[in-house]
Nanobody
Framework: QVQLVESGGGLVQAGGSLRLSCAAS????????MGWFRQAPGKGREFVTA????????VYADSVKGRFTISRDNAKNTVYLQMNSLKPEDTAVYYC???????????????????WGQGTQVTVSS
């Protein structure tokens, strides 16, 4: 069982930066690949980025590549999402999620992630 709590969302102007954090409970955080997803109003939840258990491999959606960076600190049971050069279209609720992935990791499909946080709102004004 993994419980996830996101923080760090807020209102920022276009071109600005935010850093999201996701704190995980339990002693098995390092057993999970971690991902970030987002959901804009009226749209489905979409993949943003993911990272392997060790942090050695990452994958990004094309829409955020070069602007967002995922990282993790297994000693602190925390995964981060650094978001730079934010655009109004990045406005969404951002969710972190845990994937008990053992092959072809990290994965970008929503149904592979069994544990989810409650989400944090990110609003980018133009």
């Amino acid at each position: 069982q993994v419980q996830l709590v996101e923080s760090g969302g807020g209102l920022v102007q276009a071109g600005g930066s935010l850093r999201l954090s996701c704190a995980a409970s339990g002693r098995t955080f390092s057993s999970y690949a971690m991902g970030w997803f987002r959901q804009a109003p009226g749209k489905g939840r979409e993949f943003v980025t993911a990272i392997t258990r060790s942090g050695g491999s990452t994958v990004y959606a094309d829409s955020v590549k070069g602007r967002f960076t995922i990282s993790r600190d297994n000693a602190k049971n925390t995964v981060y999402l650094q978001m730079n050069s934010l655009k109004p279209e990045d406005t969404a609720v951002y969710y972190c999620a845990a994937d008990y992935c053992r092959s072809s990791c990290p994965r970008n499909t929503l149904y592979n992630y069994g544990y989810w946080g409650q989400g944090t709102q990110v609003t980018v004004s133009s």
